[in-house]
């Protein structure tokens, strides 16, 4: 264990780089973000909005499911194997895309891109953990999402404009396959396993007794409903996903509904997610400072007021204040909820727990896909996405009644006493 440390300063090297990583498994899933939903109706006519939301459904539940193996096989196998996995997958995503003959092939390539987004996103997040230690942990997961989102937004607004001065395939896809191939280099060629931090800082931390250690089924049930801060925190992840399923499928089309053109749907598919992105950079330390519930309840309750402003709106700038609306709340929420299963999971299960919490969040983006479309064919895009933003602003109410605040002051450090005196 010599020369293992825990903080951002201490470890900036591998800390930097698992940022970047982290942009191009951003960028990767930033390629559908303005152009899939408009592909479906342009290309395969697929008329029925639950159809059409389909590729999120499949994306969501395998991404949600594999985030829950990420943790376990990260405890078990190391962090390294599991985000080298990741990318070998998300390899074939962009040529299932730009060849796809059938709305089929789409959907396979989306259940590949969600397993990869589970293996890579939750590994950056759980190897950042182990690195930046208790002191940071809301800004390092600030500047992991910011990297993220941020790419998902220049990949959304990059893709949009090729699609339109291009065509939507294949070219804008060609830029998957530089983001897969350079996401996966770095990763074999210079990401270093985080495990001895992790058992450094189990260490410093006070380790368990053996009949103390929960049970895997102890972890799922404590995260997803026993315990009143992370079961509070998994919930809002879920509702938080629900709405960005949503935006994913329905934005795009209530935009081209109101006589938007696809270089303006680009630009306003990336706006929520650079709001967000960049947002991050100051929300993820701003909870280390002032606590994480009041960031997490009022984030909720933005993202909701974003989301009716986009359906009142009647035009480019109002679409887009609602989408930065959205955003700003976002970032409020998502850096937040990781850090605050930091601050309560010890570190010995602490990977497994973050599995559990992106299971539930995941999810969200299935259950909001079918939610929104199956509403929307019932009752149009606008009730549908009253339904989400009503949803959204109660699991505010529910984090403000049930948690509490996560944050602790930093424990003392020990005097060593010389026992020559």
Not at 215 to 222: A, E
Not at 228 to 238: C, D, E, K, P, Y
Not at 261 to 289: C, E, H, K, M
């Amino acid at each position: 264990m010599t020369g293992i440390r825990l903080g951002l300063r201490e470890n900036l090297g591998q800390f930097s780089l698992l940022v970047v990583v982290n942009a191009f498994v951003g960028a990767m899933v930033g390629l559908e973000r303005s152009i899939l939903s408009p592909l479906a109706e342009q290309e395969f006519h697929l008329v029925a909005k639950t159809a059409v939301l389909s590729f999120i459904v499949v994306f969501g539940v395998t991404k949600a499911l594999t985030n829950y193996l990420a943790g376990r096989l990260s405890d078990r196998f190391g962090r390294k194997h599991v985000l080298v996995a990741g990318w070998l997958v998300a390899v074939p995503v962009p040529f299932l895309l730009m060849w796809a003959p059938s709305w089929t092939w789409v959907l396979v390539a989306n259940a590949l891109l969600g397993m990869s987004q589970g293996l890579t996103w939750s590994t950056t997040v759980i190897m950042k953990i182990d690195l930046a230690g208790p002191k940071s942990r809301g800004l390092a997961m600030g500047l992991n999402e910011f990297a993220g989102y941020f790419a998902v937004a220049a990949s959304a607004l990059a893709t949009g404009y090729l699609a339109a001065h291009y065509g939507l395939r294949p070219e804008p896809f060609y830029l998957g396959v530089g983001f897969a191939v350079v996401g996966l280099l770095l990763s074999v060629l210079l990401v270093r396993e985080t495990t001895h931090h992790v058992t450094h800082e189990t260490r410093l931390h006070g380790v368990l007794a053996s009949h103390e250690v929960p049970s895997q089924r102890d972890i799922f049930w404590r995260t997803t409903l026993t315990d009143r801060n992370l079961s509070s925190v998994s919930q809002a992840g879920l509702v938080n996903n629900l709405n960005d399923g949503m935006a994913w499928g329905l934005f795009p089309l209530f935009f081209t509904a109101a006589g938007m053109n696809l270089q303006q749907i680009g630009t306003l598919a990336a706006v929520y997610p650079a709001t967000w992105g960049i947002g991050q950079l100051f929300t993820g330390a701003w909870s280390d400072r002032i606590g994480r519930k009041s960031l997490i309840v009022g984030g909720m309750w933005l993202q909701a007021i974003g989301i009716a402003v986009v359906i009142l709106a009647h035009g480019f700038a109002g679409f887009a204040a609602g989408g930065a609306l959205l955003g700003i709340g976002t970032a409020m929420v998502y850096p937040t909820l990781l850090a605050a299963i930091g601050d309560v999971a010890h570190p010995s299960w602490r990977a497994s727990s973050v599995g559990v919490y992106r299971l539930w969040r995941d999810l969200g983006y299935a259950i909001g896909a079918l939610l929104a479309g199956l509403v929307a064919d019932a009752l149009g895009l606008s009730a549908a996405m009253w339904v989400v933003a009503a949803l959204t602003f109660a699991s505010g109410v529910v984090a403000a009644l049930r948690m509490t605040e996560t944050l602790r002051p930093p424990a003392p450090v020990p005097v060593e006493h010389d026992a020559s005196r």
